[in-house]
């Protein structure tokens, strides 16, 4: 397993997960979110090719009430 | 012969943002609302058309089914304001301006907002020129929190941002707007919309704002906090039109002496 960090908490994922499959099973594949995966924005066209690896830092927003 | 070609113009005194024509000068906040429901009956009572929003990491497993803002406020009807709110370096607000953008399908109106401390929540002025820079660099149509410095205004409309947004007052704290002359300053030297952002706290803060030139006035918890939220977005709405056609209208000087209102010939005995 894979060890990650997914909006700050520590995590495992199997290998071979993509970001997609990650997005799906937090129930995010219909939702308006942005990821960034080691400071990186992941667009989502390459949610589906982008594999987890091993120590990826992975932050998922969504716009919510603000000022 | 020369005749110009009449175009239909419906409306005319609108508010022209990074090229977008607006009817409403009244741009509200979403946060501090009791649900999402209120969120979207406050903000149609206020006309506003553009509407700030939070950029915030998701609740892993918590959020699933939760309704979305972005449901209550779809992109399709409302300009959609990203706020750097939160944030208190250049960087951490350039890192959610790009978040945004992506999360947004490449839109690239932000509103940028660097704080310098916890208790007045006044911008860092540093670090909103640094961030501005950047991001002006980067292609982002920036509409900038600041100060009530009319210096700074003009450098931060000089680096490129598309609107300056001083404060009347620290955000939150419903005190109104504290240097009018400053705004005023503010007002007449810049070429971009200046929009009081922060501090006002009913509708006559938000009709001086507007008497004083302002293009525009945006507020959250002065709506959100009152104790009927709809009815105050109402005030302020009808209150940021009337402030804005008093402007236009052109006020009478002020004198110390009376001036009387009906003819002073012709009077009776």
């Not at chain 2, 941002?161 to 001083?166: D, K, L, R, S, T």
């Not at chain 2, 503010?186 to 009081?196: D, S, T, W």
């Not at chain 2, 302002?214 to 940021?240: F, H, Q, S």
């Amino acid at each position: 397993m894979h060890t990650i960090v997914l909006n700050g908490q520590t995590r495992t994922c199997a290998p071979g997960h993509t970001l997609g499959d990650l997005l799906a099973e937090a129930g995010y594949a219909q939702r308006r979110v942005a990821v960034e995966v080691n400071r990186e924005i992941v667009p989502k066209s390459e949610h589906a090719r982008r594999e987890i690896r091993e120590g990826d830092c992975i932050e998922i927003v969504h716009a919510l009430g603000g000022g | 012969m020369n005749a110009q070609p009449k175009l239909a113009v419906a409306f005319d005194d609108a508010l022209v943002i990074a090229g977008k024509t607006y009817r409403s000068r009244l741009l509200t906040g979403t946060g501090k609302f009791k649900d999402l429901d209120e969120t979207r009956r406050a903000t149609e009572a206020a006309g506003a058309e553009i509407v700030t929003v939070a950029i915030r990491r998701t609740n892993i497993g918590q959020d699933r089914n939760a309704p979305n803002l972005l449901d209550a406020l779809p992109p399709q009807k409302y300009t959609i304001l990203p706020n750097t709110a939160g944030c208190y370096s250049a960087d951490e607000a350039v890192r959610t301006c790009r978040l945004a953008r992506e999360l947004l399908d490449g839109h690239s109106l932000v509103k940028l907002e660097v704080l310098g401390d916890q208790k007045t929540l006044f911008p860092d002025v540093v670090q909103t020129l640094k961030a501005a820079e950047t991001l002006v660099a980067e292609k982002f149509e920036v509409m900038v929190y600041t100060s009530d410095d009319p210096i700074l205004a003009r450098r931060l409309e000089e680096i490129g941002c598309v609107a300056v947004m001083p404060l009347a007052a620290p955000i939150g704290s419903g005190l109104g707007i504290q240097n009018r002359w400053n705004i005023l300053e503010i007002v007449e030297n810049a070429k971009v919309p200046i929009i009081v952002d922060a501090g006002v706290g009913t509708a006559s803060d938000a009709a001086i704002a507007m008497e004083l030139g302002c293009d525009g006035v945006l507020m959250n918890t002065a709506i959100a906090g009152a104790r009927n939220p709809v009815l105050m977005a109402a005030a302020m709405r009808k209150a940021v039109e009337a402030g804005r056609d008093a402007f236009r209208a052109g006020r009478i000087p002020r004198k110390r002496y009376a001036s009387a209102s009906s003819p002073i010939d012709g009077n009776i005995g």
